[in-house]
């Protein structure tokens, strides 16, 4: 049955992950469709010279040149009036860390995910950090480093006196482990500073956190069941997020009821220190001992095949259809 609510679906952007936008917004769009919903898509890269047929904007090569300076234009498109709600499948810079976000208020129309300050927050390691410590969320020990300021000797002085190796060292802003390196010694330093400083103008360097990969889904004041990621390799990096048999899951993760009650709790708090609203997936590393370590949140999970989030929602008796049609309901609150 057809609804009534019409939604704009933002696909693809300028970040390094709009391949992975895409592969999550053509995953929306189709659900959003089985849904009834009156869709619409708009991919903000290229501005007022949008495709024309909707499986263009999900395809890996480009329909058109794509460009930062575009947003404005297309921000300002006819497609956005009289729209309910504007579902947000960007990834990264610019579609995750409230510039997006802000457009969109200054127009006043409602999006999926969490508002200005919290998206920004999130996308912020370092300040995500600094509230953790706040909040009581538990992370590992970090530093970061600006392209301002780079003294490889200091560095290498504070992660021996307090990181120690092995220590990850990755962007400041960036999503889907694009940048990220993990150190095991000393000379190793100096290229991971600088691959991250590619992504971004502050470097995080945190302390690595032997042991497991967990993962939790929030859905407003619903936790949902933990995922416990088994990479391939010894980093949950790109390639195992989105290539095929590179990572294998198991949700509910299998660990004793007080570890996930604490995950589960751990999670919200988190969530909720952030101002996050709506959805986000918060994510951990848990050592040995069941010890649990925040790394951060994201505010606008993916929704790929690979992607965490419906995997979780599924463990929780949630299809991908109802998972999408509750994001819409919170938003719309």
């Not at 307090?162 to 802003?173: Q, R, W």
């Not at 419906?310 to 109802?322: D, L, Q, R, T, W």
Request: hydrophobic share 35%.
């Amino acid at each position: 049955m057809k609804k009534e609510k019409k939604i704009l679906l933002l696909v693809g952007g300028i970040s390094p992950e709009r391949e992975v936008s895409k592969s999550s917004g053509e995953n929306v769009y189709n659900a959003l469709v089985k849904l009834g919903y009156d869709v619409t898509v708009v991919d903000p890269a290229y501005g007022d010279n949008q495709p024309k047929e909707n499986r263009l904007f999900f395809e890996s090569t480009d329909y058109s040149l794509i460009s930062r300076e575009n947003y404005i234009k297309a921000i300002n498109l006819p497609e956005f009036d009289n729209v309910d709600l504007v579902f947000n499948s960007l990834h990264g810079k610019y579609g995750e860390d409230g510039t997006i976000q802000s457009l969109l208020e200054l127009k006043k129309i409602k999006y999926t995910g969490s508002g200005v300050l919290a998206s920004s927050l999130t996308m912020d390691k370092c300040a995500s950090k600094i509230l953790f410590q706040h909040f009581d969320v538990s992370t590992p020990k970090w530093f970061f480093v600006s392209e301002d300021y780079v003294n490889m000797t200091e560095i290498k002085e504070k992660i021996k006196d307090s990181i120690l190796y092995p220590c990850v060292i990755k962007p400041n802003d960036q999503g889907s482990t694009i940048g990220l390196s993990i150190c095991h010694k000393e000379e190793e330093i100096e290229a991971a500073v600088k691959l991250a400083l590619q992504f971004s103008s502050k470097a995080l360097i945190e302390e690595f956190i032997e042991g497991f990969e967990l993962t939790v889904g929030v859905l407003d004041s619903l936790v949902l069941p933990p995922l416990e990621i088994k990479p391939k390799k010894d980093c949950y990096d790109y390639e195992c997020k989105y290539t095929d048999g590179m990572s294998e899951y198991e949700v509910p993760a299998q660990f004793p009821v007080e570890v996930l009650d604490n995950l589960k709790n751990q999670a919200k708090l988190a969530f909720d220190a952030l101002g996050c609203t709506s959805y986000a997936r918060i994510d951990f590393r848990v050592n040995r001992k069941h010890q649990i370590y925040c790394l951060e949140a994201n505010t606008l999970p993916g929704m790929t095949s690979h992607s965490l989030l419906p995997k979780m929602a599924f463990a929780a008796g949630i299809s991908f259809e109802e998972l999408i049609e509750k994001i819409i309901t919170y938003s719309l609150k």
